[in-house]
Every structure is written in C-alpha cells, then in structure tokens.
C-alpha cells in the first residue's frame, strides 16, 4: 500500500519537473529566436511609457490607430 503512494509520487515529481521544459519551448515559439523575445519586450515598453507620458521618444504616433495602421518596425537581424 505504501509503495503505490510512493510512485504517485514519483510521477507527479516528474511530472512537475518535466512540464516547465514542454511548456517554454511552446510559449516561446510566437518569437523566432530569444532575441525577438528581448525586442518584443522592449518593444512593449517603448509603447507602455509613450502612452503613460503622453510623448513620443522615438515617433511621432498620435494615437492608437496609428499603431494599427503603421505598427513600429525592428531591425532586421541575420542568423
């Protein structure tokens, strides 16, 4: 009786420890490369503080239709 808890056990120690590394992969795969992660978030950031300071640093976008029409463009990177 004790041996089939242990094993329960056992499975859901694997399982808690494999999940993360099933997961990332799939989470990360919207961004080609770590990279476009980093550009992503930097990206959102740029846009958080525009919009919460009400200037513009690196455009003059006035509003959130232009976001839409013309979103801003990254640089393009080699592999």
């Not at 992660?37 to 959102?44: L, N, P, Q, R, Y």
């Amino acid at each position: 009786m004790t041996s089939s808890t242990s094993g329960d056990m056992d499975l859901t120690m694997k399982t808690l420890l494999l999940l993360p590394l099933i997961v990332a992969p799939l989470l990360l795969a919207g961004c080609n490369t770590f990279k476009g992660v980093g550009e992503d978030i930097t990206g959102a950031a740029s846009w958080s503080q525009e919009k919460i300071t009400g200037s513009s640093s690196s455009s003059t976008k006035s509003s959130d239709s232009d976001y839409v029409s013309n979103p801003p463009q990254f640089p393009k990177t080699s592999n």
